[in-house]
């Protein structure tokens, strides 16, 4: 049901110096927060988001997310990203850059937020082919 979760409330104000980046995951058909963030940056790149059940990414109250390169294969529900989620009070920023959007998937974009390459050095790789290579690398090996 609920993944990964970065700040857990709306008042959690204390949270807007946290910084995550993910990379390389595969979320397979799970529910909801793939992640979803409240107040914090988030740099997502080279994931495979696969056929979740709310919605794909959630980004909201007052966070940032640069969501890059990602693989969204959406299942019975669209919404890759969003900006608010069930009743918070506030609404995130959020830029796509080269994602691959399956299936009728559609990325809520809104705002301008950080550039990853201001805090470190990093190459998004290209979404062709993503969604095999991470299924392929996926698990214990």
Not at 54 to 66: H, K, W
Request: aromatic residues 8%; contains cysteine; negative net charge.
């Amino acid at each position: 049901d609920k993944v990964l979760l970065i700040s857990a409330n709306d008042k959690d104000v204390e949270d807007k110096n946290t910084r995550v980046t993910l990379h390389h995951n595969w979320f397979k058909e799970t529910k909801q927060r793939h992640p979803r963030i409240r107040h914090g940056k988030l740099h997502a790149y080279n994931n495979f988001i696969d056929r979740w059940g709310d919605y794909g990414m959630g980004c909201s109250t007052n966070s940032e997310c640069y969501s890059e390169k990602n693989v969204f294969q959406a299942g019975t529900n669209i919404k890759a990203i969003v900006t608010q989620v069930g009743e918070d009070n506030g609404l995130g920023e959020v830029e796509s850059h080269g994602d691959l959007l399956l299936n009728g998937a559609v990325a809520e974009e809104r705002g301008s937020v950080f550039k990853p390459g201001d805090f470190y050095a990093y190459s998004a790789e290209s979404t062709n082919k993503l969604s095999a290579a991470i299924q392929t690398g996926a698990g214990a090996q």
